[in-house]
Structures are given as structure tokens and as C-alpha cells.
């Protein structure tokens, strides 16, 4: 049973279209994530999402907009798609808490790719 | 601001011992993870440190030096699996505790 998982695993699509990614976490945890992974190697938080609280990395691009319609999923929205938005996108999940050595559980990743 | 370095690339020979350095500056220090990444895959959790000193989880084990900033993974008797990227990641008070991640190490190995 997959802890993580993120649809879908391949996205091709044409600049200036909207599309969206889709993520579910099956392990009760109250925080998700989206992170970017550019061809470099370079994981780059976008947003962390609790039930409280959303914090929103401030070079993300507004185009981009995480969806909460409960706590165990977080969907992002990407709107007006550019060249430069193609990348591997991951969903995360923690547990956060006053501890903080929480384990991130990620997803498969979705690689997008803008023609 | 916070920050984080590590060697782009290390190679090493199957069987060999080898050690992932990492150095960061954050404010508020909460803790130094390590991260596993095979090619094409999602990055998988390897360790924690919070205090000084070694900790082993079988053929791995992560150190941390808080006086230093400083902190190592070092991986023994290397198999050709543990050819990956490895990424060091802290949480600290600059973050507002989030995890902040250094640009990863890609570990070569050799037969």
C-alpha cells in the first residue's frame, strides 16, 4: 500500500496550459509538501501545508497554487505553464511536531515537461 | 540565511569505505537528515542527527558536530546499489523548521 502517491507520473503538455498534479498520503501525517527538482539535482521547497498553516516559498511564481481538500491530500495547480516550469515535481508528507526529527515520506515524482 | 554544502560528485570502488561531507549555516539548528536518491527515483530517508556523534544503521552511519557545523555520511563496503545522490538536509529557526536542502552528492562506484 503506497504511503505517498502522486498522479501522474508523466505530464507533457504545451506552454500556457493549466494542469495539475495530484497527491494522496495514506500515513496520517499532518504536513505535505511539494518540492521541484530541477535537471540539476536541486530539490527547492514550493510550498508545506498543514492543517493550520500554509507557508509558501516566496520565489515560487503565483501561477503555482497548492489545494488542500482534506488533510490527506495536497494538489497543485499550475496555471499559464512556461518552459522553464519543466522539472520533477515531489510530494512529501511528515509528521511535524515539537520533536522535529521527522522523517519526509515522498512520492514517486512527477516529471513534467513543457513543449 | 541558511545554507548548505556538499561535493558535487565522489567516486569510490566497490567495497570501499567512503565519507559525505556536509557543512551548513542556519540559525536555530534542529537537526542535519540525509537523503537517498537513486536515478529516477524519489529521495528515501537514511538518518538523523540532532546531537554530536555517530550514528550506525547497519553499513551507514551519519555524524554531526554542532560546534563545527559539520556533519558526514560515511557508507562502508560499497555495492554498486549505493550508487545514488545523496542530499544533506537541516531544519533550523531561518526555515521556520522546514527541511532545507544542500544540492546532493552524486556517489560514483566503481567495480
Known amino acids: 500500500d503506497t504511503a505517498v502517491s502522486q498522479t501522474p507520473k508523466y505530464l507533457v503538455t504545451q506552454m500556457g496550459n493549466d494542469k495539475s498534479i495530484k497527491c494522496e498520503q495514506n500515513?496520517?501525517?499532518?504536513?505535505m509538501y511539494w518540492y521541484k527538482q530541477d535537471s540539476k539535482k536541486f530539490l527547492k521547497i514550493m510550498f508545506s501545508y498543514n492543517n493550520k498553516e500554509l507557508i509558501i516559498n516566496e520565489t515560487v511564481p503565483n501561477r503555482f497554487s497548492p489545494k488542500s481538500p482534506d488533510k490527506a491530500h495536497l494538489n497543485l495547480h499550475i496555471n499559464s505553464l512556461e518552459l522553464g516550469d519543466s522539472a520533477v515535481y515531489f510530494c512529501?508528507?511528515?509528521?511535524?511536531?515539537?520533536?522535529?526529527?521527522?522523517?519526509?515520506?515522498f512520492g514517486q515524482g512527477t516529471r513534467l515537461t513543457v513543449v | 540565511g541558511q545554507s548548505l554544502e556538499q561535493p558535487s560528485e565522489v567516486t569510490a570502488v566497490e567495497g570501499a569505505i567512503v565519507q559525505i561531507n556536509c557543512t551548513y549555516q542556519?540559525?536555530?539548528?534542529?537537526?542535519l537528515s540525509w537523503y537517498q536518491q537513486h536515478d529516477g527515483g524519489a529521495p528515501t530517508f537514511l538518518s538523523y542527527?540532532?546531537l554530536d556523534g555517530l550514528e550506525e544503521t547497519g553499513r551507514f552511519s551519519s555524524f554531526l558536530s554542532r560546534s563545527d557545523s559539520y556533519g558526514y555520511l560515511l557508507l562502508q563496503e560499497l555495492q554498486m546499489k549505493d550508487s545514488a545522490s545523496y542530499f544533506c538536509a537541516v531544519r533550523g529557526l531561518d526555515s521556520n523548521y522546514q527541511l532545507i536542502w544542500g544540492a546532493g552528492t552524486k556517489l560514483i562506484i566503481k567495480p
Open positions: 500515513l496520517g501525517h499532518d504536513t
Open positions: 512529501a508528507s511528515s509528521q511535524e511536531g515539537a520533536a522535529k526529527n521527522t522523517e519526509a515520506f
Open positions: 542556519t540559525s536555530g539548528f534542529y537537526g
Open positions: 542527527n540532532a
